[in-house]
């Protein structure tokens, strides 16, 4: 960092110029991408040509102007000139920062952006292999800086062609920094296995299971905006789909990309994924259980291609034509139709081939009687009644909803399809107890969703993603997962997860299973267990109750040592969270109290009447968030609360799962209010 030392000084003085060229030069982007799009819109082509040009140069100039400020560049890399061949040639000094800013197209850089090959050196370059750097250097910038240069505080010099090694301070604190408000993008201080994840092909399906505190959600997000830079085309023609567990979470995580330079990336939830309904209905968790078995998705293909009867059309077909009347023997017809059943094809594709077939049937005998048909004769045949009103009978139109729903409200029809499947007690679980007079009145429940995704995929494939990221994947239950494999067949996944926080009930033990069910068995799991954010103390505590747990995952180390523990024994748990919360206060960064869901209500009321002002918005720039146990998963907070983790523990079928899942929240310190015994 910055010391008295006059090469020093002069050193960030130019560093601070440079800065403010670079200013300049992405002002002048800005405004050169707005003429753009003024000149582009009077370019003379046609009007397909015309309407790209002009939707990739609006894209262009919305992008630079949605830019967050901040600093320009995070680091820098001088090359050693003497091995050339180590990086690709001869280079001047490069600044590494969140994109490309250049004074002129064909100019080289002011600065390199991150992704861009020649930077992985900045990540990757150590005293024993230094790729060919001689100095790598690192900026310290005021903390929320918008990007004034006079932000520029410091910079941090390895002579790496010297085989200088030391742990850097720039990061050290900037990974210790108070954390308020949503996630911030880790560009500056991405470690070598987590650029190895971010960087991986394209078609590389990857599973990184991450302890809590390795980086896994950003390391996904970076990972997405490096696939965006590297392959625009490809990820941008099929999309890019970042997956949550929450509207809590992809608020906490919205601004990650942006910062890196990347907009118009559709960040969802399973549920808004596949809802054709509102939810309106609730189901036990016996029935939700059953509802997100696999079992139930050969259940629902029974019940919809129990739908297909060939033998419905009761004798041969008689197509008039003029004055002939073309016909289809009751065994050709039948034949077609199983044929096309045998070939396991989407039922809405079904339905249109034994359409096609038969007609092609049809025009055989026309064209051996009177010569070739014209197009207009094929398509005046398919639309003939005749062949309709036995299409509709043989191979009927359906809607999701009418199979669900059929399926549900029946018994014989479910038994039907169950059988040998599922269980009496299983398909009693399934039936709804008051059936509504039609689909159109149900009330679906979040588990019928899934069903009703499932028949639609059975009926039509889905349009797919170029790229589907998935986070806190270990609760996504088997039917859930074959919803986002029909979204990403011929794209690929990056998955992250931590098997130790699976909460739900049909929560992953192992990724091998999972993995199978999202279309993507040969992913390659990769395990990341040295802690960035979560301190040693506080990683400490939570592995006392992950040696409980049912899943066999290795433990994760901190490199931290500076965090607080304390753990708290009280006869007035109210009063002890509001002093806890006090003491949490007088330092910087956010406070997170979380307790079982049930006693949020009266532990807000405590607060407020102390007068201490709190949100239960848990992206939200508020100091103090009190939180349910619940929805806390993925985010952080610099001082947790954890408000007595017995009835953490006891309020589900997972509760120790849910108690780690609070207890490595914190990434400063972690208080333990309680009363009653702890279950560690």
């Known amino acids: 960092m910055t010391s008295p030392d006059p090469a020093l000084q002069r050193a960030l003085r130019l560093e601070r110029a440079h800065h403010d060229r670079c200013r300049s030069a992405l002002a002048a982007m800005v405004e050169g991408a707005r003429e753009q799009v003024h000149a582009g819109a009077d370019v003379s082509a046609s009007g397909a040509d015309a309407e ?47 994109l490309r800013v250049t004074e002129h197209p064909t100019a080289p850089p002011l600065v390199v952006d991150w992704r861009a090959p020649v930077a992985r050196a900045f990540y990757q370059a150590g005293p024993r292999d230094p790729r060919g750097v001689a100095v790598r250097r690192r900026f310290g910038w005021a903390p929320g800086s918008r990007g004034a240069s006079a932000d520029l505080t410091g910079l941090e010099d390895e002579h790496l062609a010297r085989g200088e090694s030391r742990p850097s301070e720039i990061v050290t604190r900037e990974i210790e920094r108070p954390r308020v408000g949503p996630m911030r993008d880790i560009a500056a201080t991405i470690q070598p296995e987590q650029d190895d994840l971010v960087r991986a092909a394209l078609t590389a399906s990857v599973c990184v ?32 789909l970042i997956l949550g567990p929450s509207r809590a979470f992809l608020d906490y995580i ?25 939810v309106t209905g609730t189901d036990d968790e016996r029935t939700a ?3 997100h078995d696999a079992r139930t998705a050969e259940v629902l293909r029974r019940a919809l291609y129990a739908r297909v009867r060939p033998d419905a059309g009761a004798g041969a077909l008689a197509v008039p034509d003029g004055s002939y009347r073309w016909r289809v023997a009751a065994e050709d017809l039948r034949a077609i139709v199983a044929g096309v059943r045998d070939e396991r094809t989407p039922y809405a594709v079904g339905r249109e081939r034994v359409r096609a077939r038969v007609v092609a049937a049809l025009r055989a005998q026309a064209e051996r009687r009177g010569g070739p048909r014209t197009s207009a004769w094929v398509r005046r045949i398919e639309r003939a009644r005749p062949l309709v009103a036995w299409l509709d009978a043989v191979w009927p139109r359906v809607r999701p909803e009418e199979v669900v729903a059929g399926l549900l409200a029946d018994p014989a029809a479910l038994e039907r399809a169950a059988a040998g499947l599922l269980d009496a007690g299983e398909r009693e679980a399934l039936l709804w107890p008051r059936p509504p007079r039609s689909w159109k009145s149900a009330r679906w429940s979040a588990a019928d969703l899934v069903l009703l995704d499932e028949v639609a995929g059975l009926i039509e494939h889905p349009a797919g993603y170029g790229h589907v990221v998935v986070d806190e994947a270990q609760d996504l239950s088997p039917m859930e997962c ?12 990056t998955v992250l997860g931590d098997l130790a926080q699976g909460t739900t009930a049909w929560a992953a033990r192992d990724w091998s299973a999972l993995l199978r069910h999202l279309g993507k068995p040969d992913a390659a799991v990769i395990p990341l267990t040295t ?47 509001v002093t806890a919360v006090r003491d949490a206060l007088a330092g910087e960064g956010s406070v997170g109290v979380v307790a079982a869901d049930a006693d949020v209500p009266r532990l807000r009321r405590t607060l407020a009447a102390a007068g201490l002002r709190t949100t239960d918005a848990p992206a939200a720039h508020a100091r103090v968030a009190v939180l349910p146990a619940s929805q806390v998963k993925g985010l952080e907070y610099d001082h947790v609360v954890a408000v007595e983790p017995a009835a953490i523990a006891e309020a589900e079928q997972r509760g120790l799962h849910r108690l780690y899942v609070v207890l490595t929240r914190a990434v400063s310190a972690l208080t333990v209010v309680h009363t009653r015994p702890l279950p560690f």
């Open 531 to 577: 802690g960035f954010r979560v301190p040693a103390a506080v990683l400490g505590l939570a592995n006392r109750v992950l040696r409980r747990l049912d899943v066999a995952v290795p433990e994760p180390r901190s490199l931290r040592r500076d965090g607080e523990l304390v753990v708290r024994e009280t006869d007035d748990v109210p009063a002890a969270v």
């Open 289 to 291: 259980v059953v509802k």
């Open 254 to 278: 919205a601004e990650v990309l942006p910062a890196l330079g990347e907009t118009g990336v559709r960040q969802s939830t399973v549920r808004d994924e596949i809802a054709r309904h509102p």
């Open 209 to 240: 299971q991450g302890a809590p505190g390795t980086g896994k959600t950003a390391v996904g997000l970076h990972r997405a905006a490096y696939l965006l830079y590297t392959h625009p085309q490809r990820i941008r023609r099929g999309g890019l």
């Open 482 to 493: 074959r919803a986002i494999a029909r979204r990403s067949v011929h794209g690929s996944l």
């Open 52 to 98: 790209v040009l002009g939707r990739r140069l609006r894209s262009q100039a919305k992008e630079l102007r949605e830019l967050p400020e901040g600093p320009l560049f995070f680091g820098r890399l001088d090359f050693d000139p003497a091995a050339p061949e180590a990086h690709g040639g001869p280079h001047g000094p490069l600044h590494i920062g969140r």
